[in-house]
C-alpha cells in the first residue's frame, strides 16, 4: 500500500509542450524528494523540499511543496525526450523513505 | 566510480533455490538500505542498517529473507526458498546521517533485477 498517491499513473507528451504531475498524501512528512528513474536502473534524485510553500527551480523543473506539507507537484517546461522516465515522490520520516508508484512520462521527438 | 554498486545485475533462479545479492555503498556512508521495487510501482522498504546494526526490518521481510553487513560496509540480502512472488527489483541505496534533524539524501544502486521461475 502506497502512502503517496501520485497522478496521473501514465503521461506522454509532445516535445516542447509543458506538464504537471502531481503527489498528495494524507500524512505530513518532513521532507518529500523527487526521482527519476529510467528502465533498468536505480532511482536518481531531482530534489529535496522541506518547507511547506516552498517552491525550487532546477532549470526547466520547478518542484512545489504544499503549505501543509502533504502534497507536492513537478512541473516541466518545454519537455524533452531526454526528461522521458519514471519521476517518483517520496515522503521522508527519520529515516525511511515512503514512494509513490510513479507518474510515468513520455516525451515523444 | 563512486556510486552505490550492486551484483548481481540480474538473477534467474528457479522456484525453491537460494540467491544472495550484495550491495557496496558509497565508502564514507554510515546507513544503508534495501527496499523492493515490482512492475508499476515504486519502491518498498524493507530493511537499513545503522553501520552494522540492522535497526529496522519490514513486515514485507518475510523469515525466508535475511540482510547482513557484517563489517558495516557491503551489505548481502539472502532470499531462501525463492517464491515466484519474490520477482522484483531488488534495490539498495546508502546515505550519511550528519543530523536528526536533517533528512539526508539516499543514492540508490542500479538494482538487481531477480527472476524466479
Known amino acids: 500500500t502506497q502512502l503517496l498517491e501520485q497522478s496521473p499513473q501514465f503521461l506522454s507528451i509532445q516535445e516542447g509542450e509543458n506538464l504537471t504531475v502531481y503527489c498528495n498524501s494524507s500524512?505530513?512528512?518532513?521532507?518529500l524528494q523527487w526521482y527519476r528513474q529510467e528502465p533498468g536502473e536505480g532511482p536518481v534524485l531531482l530534489v529535496t523540499?522541506?518547507?511547506?510553500?516552498e517552491v525550487k527551480k532546477l532549470k526547466r523543473l520547478t518542484f512545489q511543496f504544499g503549505d501543509a506539507r502533504k502534497d507536492s507537484s513537478l512541473h516541466i517546461t518545454a519537455a524533452q525526450p531526454g526528461d522521458t522516465g519514471l519521476y517518483l515522490c517520496?515522503?521522508?520520516?527519520?529515516?525511511?523513505?515512503?514512494f509513490g508508484a510513479g507518474t510515468t512520462v513520455t516525451v515523444r521527438a | 566510480d563512486t556510486g552505490v554498486s550492486q551484483n548481481p545485475r540480474h538473477k534467474i533462479t528457479k522456484r525453491g533455490q537460494n540467491v544472495t545479492f550484495r550491495c557496496d555503498p558509497i565508502?564514507?556512508?554510515?546507513?544503508l538500505y534495501w527496499y523492493r521495487q515490482t512492475l508499476g510501482q515504486g519502491p518498498e522498504f524493507l530493511t537499513y542498517?545503522?553501520?552494522?546494526?540492522?535497526?529496522?526490518k519490514s513486515r514485507l521481510l518475510s523469515d525466508r529473507f535475511s540482510a547482513e553487513r557484517p563489517k558495516g560496509s557491503f551489505s548481502t540480502l539472502e532470499i531462501q526458498r525463492t517464491e515466484q512472488g519474490d520477482s522484483a527489483m531488488y534495490l539498495c541505496?546508502?546515505?550519511?546521517?550528519?543530523?536528526?534533524?536533517?533528512?539526508?539524501?539516499?543514492?540508490f544502486g542500479p538494482g538487481t533485477r531477480l527472476l524466479v521461475l
Open positions: 541505496a546508502s546515505s550519511l546521517e550528519v543530523s536528526r534533524a536533517i533528512q539526508e539524501t539516499q543514492y
Open positions: 500524512s505530513v512528512f518532513s521532507s
Open positions: 523540499v522541506v518547507t511547506g510553500g
Open positions: 517520496a515522503g521522508g520520516s527519520d529515516y525511511k523513505l515512503s
Open positions: 565508502s564514507e556512508h554510515n546507513r
Open positions: 542498517f545503522q553501520n552494522e546494526a540492522q535497526l529496522e
